[in-house]
């Protein structure tokens, strides 16, 4: 039985956009290409609000985390932690050679703004690396805020890990100010695994200009010199670039006020049936709009739980690393719906006896 989806990536894809993975190839430096390349890059473009340049890598999102490192960093970075993806972005930057400083926060905490402002004021970075939705912990950190403080700091280029909220939470790129904003199109975009989206502003192709050892694939001045194009430097995900053509037509036509709004119908919703029954392990406030992080309060067996839910075709996830059993996790992203949390928390009381 196929198990739907509760789980913050892979999420749930719906049938008739797998479907568009079966389409017929087509060359990828012929005039076919082009127009599917253009219509994407388009689409995303109204999606994200944004006349930046759009980057489609043939990775998951951490390609293009490394991207951002790469092409970005040139003396240090400040590289802010608060769980398991953020953590591994300062990683990602050390083991290309880059030197970093960290604001670090326990994990279910959210970054304060003002401890970017402190740390970025030394004059020390050139590049921010924030994560927008830590979905280890399920954690959303105060996006907007970090605006503000940003345009006293035009030297420093901001890159965004939106992988889990990109497509779900509305982001205005070019009103926020955001230099270089990355996604996988396995979470909030509701399709399979395996590509990925950034945009990135003339202020980071500058600076990308003056990096040295950028390498070759996930260099951002290789990918623009296709742009104009309308292609990309290698061979890329074909399947996918038909099924997010296809993807964003949907989203668009839903529009993406209506769909943050039907996320946050079921992030309360679940968030309130946590309360019941469990405890948030999210920070009052700070709690994620795709995906609800659960302190296992009652000591139940996830793993177990997991296991019944597979009878009844569903999937949710445990914690992430160290927070496996002390935590799980239900997301309520891409094309799930109220009904479908619905259908899932009735399941889990009726296995846990509620
Ligand atoms: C899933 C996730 C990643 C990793 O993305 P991949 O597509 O698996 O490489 C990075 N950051 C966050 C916040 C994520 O949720």
Redesign the pocket.
Known sequence: MHKKLFI??PTEVLEDVLEKLTTPQIGHRTKEFSELFSSVVSKLKKLLFTENNVILSTS????L?EAAVRNFIKRKALSTHCGA?SERWGKIAQSNGKEIDTIQVDWGKHIPTEEIDKALATGKYDTLLY?H???STGVMNPISEVTEIMKKYPEVVWCV?A??SMCGYMFKVDELGVDFILA?S??SFALP?GF?IATVSEKAIERAKTVENRGFYFDIMVFLKYIDRNQTPTTPAIPHLFALNYQLDKILAEGMENRQNRLQQMAEYTRNWVRKYFALFAESGYESLTLTAITNTRGISVADLNKELANVGKMISNGYGKLKEKSFRIAHMGDLTLDDIKELLNDIEKILGL
């Open positions: 913050p990536g998951s999102g951490s390609g985390m993806f994560t939705n830590e979905t890990d992988v889990s996988s396995q979470k695994s990925a």
